[in-house]
């Protein structure tokens, strides 16, 4: 979810603009900033919920979900590594 905000606030062009003229310190206080936050939160509350009812009423892209996670995203090594690095 933190990587779906993110990329929302990257493509705001009022925030593009405030950081590139002020300080972080300022840029960090814009009320801008706080209301483009809320807004990609809701955003993501939205794309979320959609994608999990999908997945909930879809053994077929559960299906997908898992070849993703076991493809790309690699879990079973991550979670091997995880054990290791817990011995």
Do not use: W
């Not at 929302?8 to 950081?19: N, P, S, V, Y």
């Not at 794309?47 to 070849?67: G, N, P, V």
């Amino acid at each position: 979810m933190n990587n779906a905000i993110r990329g929302k606030l990257l493509e705001c062009e009022t925030l593009i603009e405030q950081a590139v003229n002020n300080s972080k310190e300022q840029f960090n206080t814009s009320p801008d900033l706080d209301a483009r936050i809320l807004d990609a939160v809701m955003d993501a509350l939205a794309s979320f919920t959609h994608m999990s009812k999908q997945a909930l009423e879809s053994e077929r892209i559960r299906a997908e979900i898992k070849a993703i996670l076991m493809g790309p995203g690699r879990l079973y090594e991550a979670l091997r590594d995880r054990a290791s690095a817990q011995d």
